[in-house]
C-alpha cells in the first residue's frame, strides 16, 4: 500500500525557519518525482515544488522561490522541504505528492498525496 | 491568482448530467496536458483525471475529462450524493518565467 506521510508542521513565528519531512512506502521512491502543495485554510490548491526522481530537476513557485528549498534521499524514501523567511501567507496545510512520468509526454498526475502537516505562521 | 479559471459553482440534482470548466493559455492548457482533482469535505485531493481524459484505476466512469484548444472539461455524468466537493483542474505550464504547475481556481460542487 502506498503511504505518504508528513511531519514537521507546527508553529512558527514570521521569519522563521522549518523543515518539513515526508517518508513513503509501499512503492519504488526513486522511481518518482515529487511533489509539494499547499492549500490555505479555507482556500484553494497551490502548487509550491517539484523535485525529479534523481533531483536532477528541481522547480518552485514564484511565491517560494529563494526561500525554499526542496530535496529528497532516496536511500531513506524521504523527500522535505527546507522553508525559512516564513510569512503569514505561507501558512497552509502541506502535502506531499507523488507523480510519475515526463510533462511533455504527460505524467499520470499526482495520484498519491499524504494527509497533509499544518505549518502556522504566527508571532 | 491562478491563470486556470474555473466557475466558483455548479450544481445538479442526483441524476443529473453537471460540467465544469477550465480555461487556460497557449502556455499551459494549449500545449500540455490537463489533470482533475476531487477533494472531499476535510480530505486530501484525489486524482481524477489524468492526460486530458484518462481515468485512474478506481475512479467511475461518470467523470470524464475533455480539452479543445486553451480550455477543458470535467462531465460528472448520474450525479450522486457522495460527489459534493470541490473540484480542480490543472495543469504544468512552461512560461518564461518557469515551469510551474498550476490548479484552477476551484469549483464547488453541489448535489441538490
Known amino acids: 500500500e502506498v503511504q505518504l506521510v508528513e511531519s514537521g508542521g507546527g508553529l512558527v513565528k514570521p521569519g522563521g525557519s522549518l523543515r518539513l519531512s515526508c517518508a513513503a512506502s509501499?512503492?519504488?521512491?526513486?522511481?518518482?518525482?515529487m511533489n509539494w502543495v499547499r492549500q490555505a485554510p479555507g482556500k484553494g490548491l497551490e502548487w509550491v515544488s517539484f523535485?525529479?526522481?534523481?533531483?536532477?530537476?528541481?522547480y518552485y513557485a514564484d511565491s517560494v522561490k529563494g526561500r525554499f528549498t526542496i530535496s529528497r534521499d532516496n536511500g531513506k524514501k524521504s523527500l522535505f522541504l527546507q522553508m525559512s523567511s516564513l510569512r503569514a501567507e505561507d501558512a497552509a496545510v502541506y502535502y506531499c505528492v507523488r507523480e510519475y512520468g515526463d510533462y511533455k509526454q504527460g505524467t499520470e498526475g499526482f495520484d498519491y498525496w499524504g494527509q497533509g502537516t499544518l505549518v502556522t505562521v504566527s508571532s | 491568482q491562478s491563470v486556470l479559471t474555473q466557475p466558483p459553482s455548479a450544481s445538479g440534482t442526483p441524476g443529473q448530467r453537471v460540467t465544469i470548466s477550465c480555461s487556460g493559455s497557449?502556455?499551459?492548457?494549449?500545449?500540455?496536458?490537463v489533470y482533475w482533482y476531487q477533494q472531499l469535505p476535510g480530505t486530501a485531493p484525489n486524482l481524477l483525471i489524468y492526460?486530458?481524459?484518462q481515468r485512474p484505476s478506481g475512479v467511475p466512469d461518470r467523470f470524464s475529462g475533455s480539452k479543445s484548444g486553451t480550455s477543458a472539461s470535467l462531465a460528472i455524468s448520474g450525479l450522486r450524493s457522495e460527489d459534493e466537493a470541490d473540484y480542480y483542474c490543472a495543469v504544468w505550464d512552461d512560461s518564461l518565467s518557469g515551469l510551474n504547475y498550476v490548479f484552477g481556481t476551484g469549483t464547488k460542487v453541489t448535489v441538490l
Open positions: 492526460k486530458n481524459n
Open positions: 497557449s502556455s499551459n492548457i494549449g500545449s500540455n496536458y
Open positions: 523535485i525529479s526522481s534523481s533531483s536532477s530537476y528541481i
Open positions: 509501499g512503492f519504488t521512491f526513486s522511481s518518482y518525482s
